[in-house]
């Protein structure tokens, strides 16, 4: 079948823009080329060609995928994956799973049970806050980064406590203030979880992540990330710690033990991936070059952004039909970028989410502020 031809026949499933080729800098969008500017391929990874070759490799040897559990069985890919990420980190040990929402709920519900809380930044992630609903602990949300508010509950609480923030809060493009959380967790006995899912190869010396970025490495109890952003894109989470933090969630974490690995050829480019972030970091340097410029062009234009430790770049809109039709806009004028409305935020708080790649050149940054500047001035927004 040539899926370029291919055209979706009615369904219950809203309609979205159909990606032709691989999403780097640009990509065949609906069936022309646009500037990507709304993709978590931060690196550029997912279209590197050592990173293909090895995932190629892993599908050739070992084929689609093990069809064993992961506790029964592994391959020698999975487990070098895994002693990457700790390296990467700098933990002793760390565990894959098939998404980092799967990781973040075997932490709520594995590390903290009934009599115990947790609790969770009013910000975080759905699958946070999913993974603390289902926890049997009691879970208990502060406002965003509200550590006063953080410290009364973890005051007032009982039992084993939790915390778990996101390092990057992925609708606001700010990083988590970890020197001080970890004060707060240290004085209250808490272990302290972080997901790195927008930050792990993203931000920080090296791209090491939120820790570097506000200098406290070696210090964080727990990390949690994905490899579907900057390790090349591909299906798959893990957590990051101790040894013995790893063993509870590999001998006792649910959303681990009953489901399915990640497929070798996965794990063979997001190891690949890895490698290539740890050996070099000009890739993490180029992402923040084109971040610095891409936000400096938009606030000389005019419009109001959020942020400002990442690469995510969430423009203010408010009004949700406009954010929809200034995206629309955007795409037919060659430059993607996607609209963030209700119920992913607030309602009045709509806007659109940029989010530059080290795959872009400065011409391709320039070029997409030149749409941005003339589809704002024609709907009046700037």
Do not use: W
Request: charged share 20%; net charge neutral.
């Amino acid at each position: 079948m040539n899926f370029m031809d291919y055209a979706p026949t009615p369904s219950g499933r809203s309609k979205k823009p159909l990606l032709g080729g691989p999403a780097g800098a640009r990509a065949i969008v609906d069936g022309r080329e646009v500037i990507i500017l709304g993709s978590n391929n931060y690196l550029g990874l997912a279209n590197h060609p050592e990173v293909i070759a090895r995932a190629r490799e892993a599908l050739e040897r070992y084929g689609a995928g093990p069809a064993l559990n992961p506790p029964l069985a592994t391959t020698p890919i999975h487990e070098a994956l895994c002693d990457a990420l700790a390296r990467f980190h700098g933990t002793e040990s760390a565990l894959l799973f098939n998404s980092c929402t799967s990781a973040n709920v075997a932490v709520a519900c594995t590390l903290v049970g009934a009599g115990d809380r947790v609790f969770s930044d009013r910000l975080n992630h759905a699958s946070i806050i999913d993974g603390c609903r289902l926890s049997a602990a009691e879970s208990k949300v502060y406002n965003h980064g509200d550590l006063a508010q953080l410290e009364a509950l973890l005051s007032a609480s009982a039992g084993k406590k939790l915390v778990i923030t996101d390092g990057v809060f992925s609708m606001e493009g700010d990083a988590a203030e970890l020197p001080a959380l970890i004060e707060v967790c240290r004085r209250h006995g808490a272990t302290l979880a972080v997901d790195e899912s927008h930050a792990a190869g993203v931000i920080g010396p090296g791209g090491r992540g939120t820790a570097a970025l506000r200098g406290c490495l070696g210090r964080i109890d727990l990390y949690t990330g994905t490899l579907s952003k900057a390790f090349g894109a591909f299906a798959g989470g893990y957590v990051a710690g101790s040894a013995e933090t790893v063993r509870a969630l590999h001998d006792r974490g649910r959303f681990f033990m009953f489901t399915t690995a990640i497929s070798p050829s996965a794990a063979a480019g997001a190891l690949a991936a890895v490698e290539i972030v740890m050996r070099d970091d000009a890739l993490v340097r180029r992402l923040a070059e084109n971040t610095a410029r891409l936000r400096a062009g938009l606030t000389k234009l005019g419009f109001t952004l959020l942020g400002g430790d990442s690469p995510i770049t969430p423009i203010m809109i408010g009004d949700e039909a406009k954010a929809g039709a200034f995206s629309a806009a955007l795409i037919e004028n060659g430059v993607y970028v996607g609209a963030v409305r209700f119920p992913v935020v607030p309602r009045g708080e709509a806007r659109l989410r940029a989010q530059p790649s080290a795959a872009h050149s400065a011409a391709d940054i320039d070029e997409a502020l030149a749409v941005f500047a003339r589809i704002g001035k024609s709907l009046g927004l700037i």
